[in-house]
């Protein structure tokens, strides 16, 4: 008999017929012994919903105001699932964020979670029943309802598995697992059995969308296993572990993730002298704009060019701040560059393999791929390089580090 924490995205409870499949699927978990605790989000497109309806009376809605309505969503789908659940002979109950009691600060629309009373949860546990709980939303020390912000149902779900001392938190979505690759871009990429939390944050960090960052920080924090399943159909997904055992006979490299929203700005001639490197990012940090790579080459001239990597939807913005930068340290020129893409490998097998990056960088120049910059860390190399030839380069260096999937095999 274990204790599981199922979280259950807005596509899987997008209907009432899927809310009802959720229940079938929770009811066979249930029959086997297990004490079963779900955390839902709102239905499928019922947040957004919300937001628009909240912006038809103010372009900008207080954020206390909006947090109240936008929680709404997961309180529909806990109830209705609450009652699939006992319509089919499972005595189950819901509860909203704050009837758990998970404490949050106050920042509405971003809140963090603080604190879990699991007491309530523990005593309707231990009475036989399953417990529903909204995600996504807490409680402030006023009783201000608050909401944890993207990827706040998967939060929730970790952060209760943490607090009951779960066997296993499942995470179910619209895939079976964390793949390879995205399967869209490579046909052979292959569904990995297991993958270190370490990885999986540089691959939530660096493109995949499986899973949210701070769910993953979460769960490597709190030493929890995550379980990355498909909603409907069954499989033994993808787990996510602390464990690094066998790392010998597992590969080099477990995953190739890429980001297409990547910008790239450069400022040209630019007085070597200490501090400058402060001078350019410090206005840039200040306007809330987040740098990835940076690079700086040190010209003849004691002039130097100063090259980062931003989000494309702060690009426009940090071109602005960067030319007025330039006129005021006497920078020779301001350049920037929206049709790039970023490449990562990632792999807890780097640490006891010697030549990654190079066998990287080959498989690149076999394509014709120029490579404009480079940023690496102890699990992962990361490369800027044109988007035109993004899959190009991700399916280049899937079959160089061996990730295909046999002929026959792929899923």
């Known amino acids: 008999m274990a204790l599981i924490v199922q979280k ?3 596509t899987s409870v997008g209907s009432v017929e899927r809310i009802e499949q959720v229940a079938a699927k929770v009811k066979k978990f249930r029959d086997n012994g297990d004490d079963i605790v779900v955390v839902v989000s709102a239905m ?4 957004n919903r919300l937001i628009d309806l909240a912006r038809q009376i103010s372009d900008q809605p207080v954020p206390r105001e909006l947090d109240v309505m936008v929680s709404t969503g997961e309180q529909v789908t806990i109830a209705l ?59 402030d020390e006023q009783g201000n309802i608050t909401t944890l912000g993207r990827g706040g149902s998967d939060t929730t779900g970790v952060a209760l598995a ?25 046909a052979k990429a292959q569904r990995l059995d297991r993958i270190t939390f370490e990885e999986m944050l540089e691959m939530a960090s660096l493109g995949s969308k499986v899973l949210q960052i701070r769910a ?20 033994p997904g993808t787990l996510i572990t602390l464990d690094e055992e066998d790392s010998m006979e597992q590969p080099i490299i477990s995953g190739i993730a890429f980001n297409r929203d990547e910008a790239k700005l450069t ?3 630019v007085p070597d002298t200490p501090g400058v490197a ?39 913005n940090g071109l602005q ?9 006497g920078a020779r020129e301001v350049i920037g560059d929206t049709d790039i893409a970023k490449v990562s490998i990632v792999g807890v097998g780097m640490r006891s393999h010697a030549g990654v990056a190079s066998r990287m960088f080959e498989a690149l120049a076999k394509e014709n791929i120029n490579i404009q910059m480079i940023s690496t860390s102890e699990i992962k190399v990361s490369v800027v390089i044109e988007e035109k030839y993004l899959e190009l380069a991700v399916r280049a260096l899937h079959t160089a580090f061996e990730l295909d999937a046999p002929a026959g095999t792929a899923e």
């Open 321 to 329: 701040i960067l030319e007025s930068t330039a006129r005021e340290i």
């Open 162 to 186: 943490a607090a009951l001392k779960a066997d296993e938190c499942q995470i179910y979505t619209d895939v079976d697992g964390v793949y390879t690759t995205d399967p869209r871009v490579v």
């Open 81 to 139: 699932l609450a009652m699939a659940l006992i319509k089919v002979g499972v005595p189950a109950v819901s509860y909203t964020g704050n009837q758990v009691r998970i404490h949050t600060d106050s920042a509405h629309g971003k809140a963090r979670i603080l604190q879990i009373d699991a007491q309530n949860i523990r005593r309707d546990l231990e009475a036989g029943r399953v417990v529903v709980v909204a995600g996504f939303q807490g409680v």
């Open 278 to 316: 402060f001078k350019i990012l410090g206005p840039i940090s200040s306007a809330n704009v987040e740098v990835d790579m940076i690079v700086q080459n040190v010209a003849h001239d004691n002039t130097t060019d100063f090259t980062f990597t931003v989000h494309r939807n702060d690009y426009q």
């Open 44 to 47: 499928s497109g019922e947040t």
């Open 8 to 10: 259950f995205g807005g």
């Open 216 to 235: 993953v920080e979460f769960a490597g924090k709190y030493s929890v296993p995550l379980r990355v399943l498909h909603s409907f159909q069954e499989g």
């Open 267 to 269: 400022i040209r001639g």
